[in-house]
């Protein structure tokens, strides 16, 4: 059996500033590095191959949370945003003509300016997940979580999402057939040593 946990990557400052990251590059903040270091791995997902994406605020939730680097894969990157980096969603949504929408009106065909779609996201996700044996685990952003997660569901990003995607969990899929289980698994609090 293929499985496969997600985990969302820790805050950045344009997380708490409701901005739009796509690709930009943002690190984690300092408040995220230090709640990410008194997490660990549940047992057995310690023994998981572990991927992140190449940007760097995944790169270090997988060090942070796992301990060793992570495998990079493009096929992770977050979604792009193209014309939309950088802009908060609250603001899009308040000019009528930009074209932004509530992700329950989405569609698999939305389309930023000059960016992905979920569509194109799935497809350049396809040959990732089909290479995948045994357990891994993948710290990547939101973007790429939902649209997994809403193949696994059945969700064609029309009306209010099924599930809802929390920091500090791991959302954990049978690759064959996909299959989402039924609860996110917390990380554990890292053990003090004195």
């Given amino acids: 059996m293929t499985r496969l946990a997600l985990l969302r990557h820790g805050h950045t400052s344009w997380n708490r500033a409701g901005k739009i990251q796509g690709r930009s590059d943002i690190p984690l903040d300092a408040d995220a590095r230090s709640e990410l270091a008194g997490y660990c ?34 096929a992770l990157m977050e979604m792009n945003w193209g014309a939309w980096e950088g802009k908060r969603g609250a603001d899009l949504i308040e000019t009528p003509d930009s074209g932004y929408r509530h992700i329950e009106d989405w569609g698999w065909d939305f389309r930023p300016p000059n960016g992905e779609s979920p569509a194109d996201l799935w497809t350049r996700l396809q040959p990732w997940l089909s290479a995948l044996r045994h357990d ?59």
């Fill in 136 to 194: 891994n685990l993948a710290v990547c952003h939101i973007g790429i979580m939902r649209v997994i997660l809403a193949k696994a569901w059945g969700w064609d990003f029309q009306g209010p999402a099924p599930f809802k995607i929390k920091r500090n969990r791991l959302f954990v899929l049978d690759l064959d057939p996909m299959r989402l289980h039924a609860n996110p698994v917390r990380l554990i609090p890292r053990e003090v040593t004195l």
């Fill in 41 to 74: 791995l549940p047992p057995g997902w310690d023994q998981a191959k572990l991927w992140s994406s190449p940007l760097e605020r995944a790169v270090e939730t997988a060090r942070l949370v796992a301990g060793q680097d992570p495998v990079p894969s493009p």
